[in-house]
Structures are given as structure tokens and as C-alpha cells.
């Protein structure tokens, strides 16, 4: 079992639409959880980080955990073209590193 | 601006060359950490640079070297690579993990 999983996608949803993104991980004591988002050719950018249980809402962007279920989703509403990019799921490891999924791509079409 | 600075941007080099790619910090992060990335693919992990030590990932071939002059600063020396190694290099910045890491823009490597 991978560490970290997601669906690759790609995730075609239209403009102004809700994208719910998912990742699941495997290491139980993982306590911190992040979301990049990556456009072609593009460096990774930070978008979303959520420790505890529950939602985290910051602009169109809500990240939620549920660490029972080892899950952890991105919610983007009102998708915008824009928006189309692949979102990697990252998790804190026991070796104080991150361990990236392989990412879902997101298609937002007008 | 992103405050983790990568030079160069773009590098084509041939197979028996030597060259290096620089990373810089600007944010007093106590952590450094080179990543390759191939088309498609997540963020593969190469080295770290944490609290004054290195950490090396065994799967990462000796044609890779990485050199920390300082604490803001992460260099990684390539030297006889192979067409395999073609790739995005990224280098990211972290106080901590569990704040989550910048990455800098990459240096887009081609090897001939």
C-alpha cells in the first residue's frame, strides 16, 4: 500500500462548479497535512495546510480531515479555469519528512 | 518573487560535463531539501539539510552530490549524468515540516 493515495484524474468539472479532491494516507500518527497545488512545468505551491480533525475554509478553498478514517479532501467551489492544475496531497511522515501523493489533475472547463 | 531562489532556470548539459545548480533561502528556515521531479510524477525526495546535517537518500546515484556552504544555502553538483536524469530539480525550505515546505521555481535540467 502507498503511503499517500490519490486519484490521478484527471477531474473534469465546469466553471463555477464544486471540485472535491481526496487523498488518503497510511501512517496513523501523521499530524500534519498539506495541499499544493502545481501547474505544468511549475514548482509546487502551498495552498492549504490542516491539522486537526474537521474543516478549514480559506476563500474557495476548504480542506478537510478526518484522521479516524485516515482521509483528508480539498474542496474548491466556484472552480475557475484557472484553477486547472495537479493538486498533490502531502503528509508529515515519522521521519520528519513530507511524502508526497502522486497528485490528482484538475481540469475546470468553461 | 518566490523566497526560495533557484539559478539557473533552464540547463542543457552533456553527458560528461559538470555543472551545479544553487539554492538559496531568504526566510532563516533551518531545513533544506532537494527534490527531482519527472513529468507526471510527484516530488521525489534526494537530500536534506537539517540542523547541520545531511541526509541522503541511498537510492540517489554518487553523480549527484549535494554541498551546504551555510544554513541559507543548498547547492547540488551533477557530474557524468545520463539522459535518465532529465528532470525538474526543486529545492523547498522548511522551519518545520509540520508547517510545510516553499519550494523555489526549479531549474528545468535536460541532459544530452
Known amino acids: 500500500q502507498k503511503e499517500v493515495e490519490q486519484n490521478s484524474g484527471p477531474l473534469s468539472v465546469p466553471e463555477g462548479a464544486i471540485a472535491s479532491l481526496n487523498c488518503t494516507y497510511s501512517?496513523?500518527?501523521?499530524?500534519?497535512f498539506f495541499w499544493y497545488r502545481q501547474y505544468s512545468g511549475k514548482s509546487p505551491e502551498l495552498i492549504m495546510s490542516i491539522y486537526s480533525n474537521g474543516d478549514k475554509e480559506d476563500g474557495r478553498f476548504t480542506a478537510q480531515l478526518n484522521k479516524a478514517s485516515q482521509y483528508v479532501s480539498l474542496l474548491i467551489r466556484d472552480s475557475q479555469p484557472s484553477d486547472s492544475a495537479t493538486y498533490l496531497c502531502a503528509v508529515e511522515g515519522n521521519t520528519d519528512k513530507l511524502i508526497f501523493g502522486t497528485g490528482t489533475r484538475l481540469q475546470v472547463f468553461p | 518573487d518566490t523566497e526560495v531562489t533557484q539559478t539557473p532556470k533552464h540547463l542543457v548539459m552533456g553527458m560528461t560535463n559538470k555543472k551545479s545548480l544553487k539554492c538559496e533561502q531568504h526566510?532563516?528556515?533551518?531545513?533544506m531539501y532537494w527534490y527531482k521531479q519527472k513529468a507526471k510524477k510527484p516530488p521525489e525526495l534526494m537530500f536534506v539539510?537539517?540542523?547541520?546535517?545531511?541526509?541522503i537518500n541511498e537510492s540517489v546515484p554518487s553523480r549527484f552530490s549535494p554541498e551546504c556552504p551555510n544554513s541559507s544555502l543548498l547547492n547540488l553538483h551533477l557530474h557524468a549524468l545520463q539522459p535518465e536524469d532529465s528532470a525538474l530539480y526543486l529545492c523547498?525550505?522548511?522551519?518545520?515540516?509540520?508547517?510545510?515546505?516553499?519550494f523555489g521555481s526549479g531549474t528545468r535540467l535536460t541532459v544530452v
Open positions: 523547498a525550505s522548511s522551519q518545520e515540516t509540520a508547517t510545510g515546505y516553499t
Open positions: 539539510y537539517s540542523y547541520e546535517k545531511l541526509s
Open positions: 501512517d496513523r500518527v501523521s499530524q500534519s
Open positions: 526566510m532563516g528556515h533551518r531545513a
